[in-house]
């Protein structure tokens, strides 16, 4: 079990510009989450994949927002045109089945 | 929006002391989990509570959930400064939702050597 994997820990970039995280669950884990997470806050829910479908989408989730799970493997979560508001640790979460959820460490993005 | 809110925001104590945390939900669950998560890392699952379960322990943990209420409580027993660390509850609905969490604001635990 070599736990969930975040890249990039962390990423600062102007606003405007477009980011991808990328994020490898555990192997054998079918179950993929995005969570957003701000200072002083509980994670937010931001999408959910169950093996390559994408199930469940919050209303949090913009159209500037945009998450993959091809072959249902890694994950990525890519935000377009980043604002101000975008700035966060960005969580992602695994799971088999119902079973709880194992975390990576995050993205933490900065936009200036 | 959060699903509910912990009680207090933050709590300091003695090495040694038992520390006790509060949560409460607004919405029917499935089940009820703790999450521990220490500055600037990920979030890691300490115990999980079914809505059917009154009351759950794991080595220094005990969760008691009260569904009638909708709350839980956290009790760390005999604490250590290695505790220190934001506790987090979150909810699983169930059925359609995947299983995905809804946690609440968060306890800041702080134990003094």
Known sequence: DTGVSQDPRHKITKRGQNVTFRCDPISEHNRLYWYRQTLGQGPEFLTYFQNEAQLEKSRLLSDRFSA?????SFSTLEIQRTEQGDSAMYLCASSRGGQPQHFGDGTRLSIL | SQQG??????????????AT?????KTSINNLQWY?????????HLILI???????????????????????????TAS?????????????AGGTSGSRLTFGEGTQLTVNP
């Open chain 2, 21 to 25: 945390m509060n949560c409460s939900y």
């Open chain 1, 68 to 72: 993959e799970r091809p072959k249902g």
């Open chain 2, 50 to 76: 079914r809505s059917n379960e009154r009351e759950k322990h794991s080595g220094r943990l005990r969760v008691t959930l009260d569904t009638s209420k909708k709350s839980s409580s956290l009790l760390i």
């Open chain 2, 80 to 92: 250590r400064a290695a505790d220190t660390a934001s506790y987090f509850c979150a909810t699983d």
């Open chain 2, 5 to 18: 809110e912990e009680d207090p925001q933050a709590l300091s104590i003695q090495e040694g002391e038992n």
């Open chain 2, 36 to 44: 521990r998560q220490n500055s600037g890392r990920g979030l890691v």
